[in-house]
């Protein structure tokens, strides 16, 4: 990553409204026409910055730049949050005082927000799932609420690139296309807006080497360079940016009670846990991010990038499918799950005893207390029962959760993640009225990641 980026982000973290002087600096320069000089301009291009970082034979410069810049910026006055900068752990967020458990951290708004890249409909305005005969915009024919909601992010310039395309939406094969394009789309349109942004967004992580080496996304970066008239690197790096980092924002039904992605250069910057000292929400489409337990100055700030209440199997296939890394935390490394045995199974010949899951992921589990085991094949297909069950069950049906509550307990034991999550689908069903800006989820989510996967 250039110093100018690191700036750039600097910048953002500091007021949240970015900008980067060296980025007008270096653009607006006019005299002179040396190599390095035009190196700078060749870089001050979005894909020039972008290949500045993928340049190997670039990259000790980048490091020496970044050691030139010591030891990170200043969140600004008063800001309980501050940039750190490591070879060991890249660009992180630590305490820049001591926090206490509660207290908010800070707030975003998104630069971007986009549909999921999901075959679903959702209204490109407010992001609400529409009905399957829903109605296009007169304009571009992308799917709107009809009558028209006051959803404001659909703009007159995305109704104007999407109308110059043949979107043809009448196979769910297009319409995931269309989510798909709107990710670079809708970032690219608001970079264009706001020029001071570009540093920002070239800064995020996008994994993009890796995931051109696993072959993610590369099919959809072509298509939708060519449809958008872009360069392919930009589109990939957007692509991977937004997989990479983006946060699902969810909306309250008085919002639309809609889902999508979100990009959050700040909250970005948040290192992944699987026993996070954060938690965020959004209200109103805002993040709200606020400590969870006290926080020393000078400590990692984190959340996890993965629900925490998930066994670490379930953790493990979702962080490896979709942030391309493999935790190795205290809690993913201790078949305990630091003592909430929230993998373990209740043994059912002894009763009081609990199945670890085994350290060796081929062999059979093993009771701590009686020493009775079950293959692996069993443990699999108890796990996946109770998926199943849980997926017949509606989200609101309060007596069907509660009969699945006590199953589980029964079957799976009352401190397996499968239970707590059917528990808290049961205790979110049970609240009237709803719990204001919560989205009901399904309780076992995680499950689903089950389909390509093994225990
Ligand atoms: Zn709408
Ligand atoms: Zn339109
Ligand atoms: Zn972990
Ligand atoms: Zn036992």
Same mark, same amino acid.
């Given at each position: 990553?250039?110093?100018?980026?690191?700036?750039?982000?600097?910048?953002?973290?500091?007021?949240?409204?970015?900008?980067?002087?060296?980025?007008?600096?270096?653009? #607006?320069?006019? #005299?002179?026409?040396?190599?390095?000089?035009?190196?700078?301009?060749?870089? #001050?291009?979005?894909?020039?910055?972008?290949?500045?970082?993928?340049?190997?034979?670039?990259?000790?410069? /980048?490091?020496?730049?970044?050691?030139?810049?010591?030891?990170?910026?200043?969140?600004?006055?008063?800001?309980?949050?501050?940039?750190?900068?490591?070879?060991?752990?890249?660009?992180?967020?630590?305490?820049?005082?001591?926090?206490?458990?509660?207290?908010?951290?800070?707030?975003?708004?998104?630069? /971007?927000?986009?549909?999921?890249?999901?075959?679903?409909?959702?209204?490109?305005?407010?992001?609400?799932? %529409? $009905?399957?005969?829903?109605?296009?915009?007169?304009?571009?024919?992308?799917?709107?609420?009809?009558?028209?909601?006051?959803?404001?992010?659909? +703009?007159?310039?995305?109704?104007?690139?999407?109308?110059?395309?043949?979107?043809?939406?009448?196979?769910?094969?297009?319409?995931?296309?269309?989510?798909?394009?709107?990710?670079?789309?809708? +970032?690219?349109?608001?970079?264009?807006?706001?020029?001071?942004?570009?540093?920002?967004? =070239?800064?995020?992580?996008?994994?993009?080497?890796?995931?051109?080496?696993?072959?993610?996304?590369?099919?959809? =970066?072509?298509?939708?360079?060519?449809?958008?008239?872009?360069?392919?690197?930009?589109?990939?790096?957007?692509?991977?940016?937004?997989?990479?980092?983006?946060?699902?924002?969810?909306?309250?039904?008085?919002?639309?009670?809609?889902?999508?992605?979100?990009?959050?250069?700040?909250?970005?910057?948040?290192?992944?846990?699987?026993?996070?000292? +954060?938690?965020?929400?959004? $209200?109103?489409? /805002?993040?709200?991010?606020?400590?969870?337990?006290?926080?020393?100055?000078?400590?990692?700030?984190?959340?996890?990038?993965?629900?925490?209440?998930?066994?670490?199997?379930?953790?493990?296939?979702?962080?490896? &499918?979709?942030?391309?890394?493999?935790?190795?935390?205290?809690?993913?490394?201790?078949?305990?799950?630091?003592?909430?045995? %929230?993998?373990?199974?209740?043994?059912?010949?002894?009763?009081?005893?609990?199945?670890?899951?085994?350290?060796?992921?081929? &062999?059979?589990?093993?009771? !701590?207390?009686?020493?009775?085991?079950?293959?692996?094949?069993?443990?699999?297909?108890?796990?996946?029962?109770?998926?199943?069950?849980?997926?017949? /069950?509606?989200?609101?049906?309060?007596?069907?959760?509660?009969? &699945?509550?006590?199953?589980?307990? !029964?079957?799976?034991? $009352?401190?397996?993640?499968?239970?707590?999550?059917?528990?808290?689908?049961?205790?979110?069903?049970?609240?009237?009225?709803?719990?204001?800006?919560?989205? !009901?989820?399904?309780?076992?989510?995680?499950?689903?990641?089950? #389909?390509?996967?093994?225990?």
């Amino acid at each position: 990553m250039s110093e100018q980026r690191l700036e750039a982000l600097q910048q953002y973290l500091t007021s949240l409204t970015p900008y980067n002087p060296a980025w007008h600096l270096t653009k #607006d320069r006019q #005299d002179g026409n040396s190599q390095q000089q035009q190196e700078e301009e060749q870089h #001050d291009s979005f894909s020039g910055r972008l290949q500045l970082e993928y340049n190997s034979n670039r990259r000790v410069e /980048v490091q020496r730049r970044l050691g030139a810049l010591g030891d990170g910026g200043s969140a600004g006055c008063g800001s309980p949050v501050t940039l750190e900068v490591s070879s060991e752990c890249g660009r992180y967020l630590v305490a820049s005082r001591n926090i206490t458990a509660g207290q908010e951290l800070f707030r975003e708004t998104p630069l /971007v927000v986009t549909p999921r890249p999901t075959p679903d409909t959702a209204c490109l305005a407010c992001l609400h799932p %529409l $009905h399957p005969d829903w109605q296009g915009c007169e304009d571009c024919g992308a799917p709107l609420c009809w009558p028209h909601c006051p959803g404001k992010l659909h +703009t007159k310039e995305e109704c104007q690139s999407l109308a110059g395309l043949d979107l043809n939406l009448n196979t769910t094969s297009r319409l995931q296309e269309l989510n798909e394009m709107l990710t670079p789309l809708r +970032t690219l349109q608001v970079l264009e807006a706001t020029p001071r942004l570009q540093g920002v967004v =070239a800064a995020m992580q996008s994994n993009t080497g890796q995931r051109r080496r696993l072959g993610l996304g590369q099919a959809a =970066a072509g298509r939708i360079a060519v449809a958008l008239g872009e360069d392919t690197d930009v589109v990939s790096h957007i692509l991977g940016s937004f997989d990479t980092n983006a946060f699902t924002v969810t909306y309250s039904e008085s919002e639309g009670g809609g889902m999508g992605r979100a990009l959050l250069p700040l909250a970005a910057l948040m290192n992944h846990s699987c026993t996070p000292n +954060t938690q965020h929400w959004f $209200h109103s489409g /805002v993040l709200i991010v606020r400590a969870v337990c006290d926080i020393p100055m000078g400590t990692e700030v984190t959340n996890s990038y993965t629900p925490t209440l998930w066994g670490t199997s379930a953790r493990a296939v979702h962080l490896a &499918a979709s942030k391309l890394f493999r935790c190795n935390c205290p809690r993913c490394t201790d078949p305990t799950e630091l003592g909430s045995h %929230l993998s373990s199974l209740a043994c059912r010949a002894c009763c009081n005893g609990l199945l670890v899951p085994p350290v060796n992921p081929k &062999a059979a589990w093993t009771c !701590r207390r009686c020493g009775a085991t079950v293959g692996r094949g069993a443990v699999e297909a108890m796990v996946r029962g109770a998926a199943g069950t849980v997926r017949r /069950v509606g989200e609101e049906d309060v007596e069907g959760l509660g009969q &699945a509550v006590a199953h589980f307990t !029964r079957v799976l034991g $009352h401190t397996h993640y499968v239970t707590r999550e059917a528990t808290h689908a049961l205790l979110l069903a049970s609240l009237n009225p709803p719990l204001a800006g919560h989205r !009901r989820q399904h309780g076992c989510e995680a499950l689903s990641h089950f #389909d390509n996967y093994s225990l």
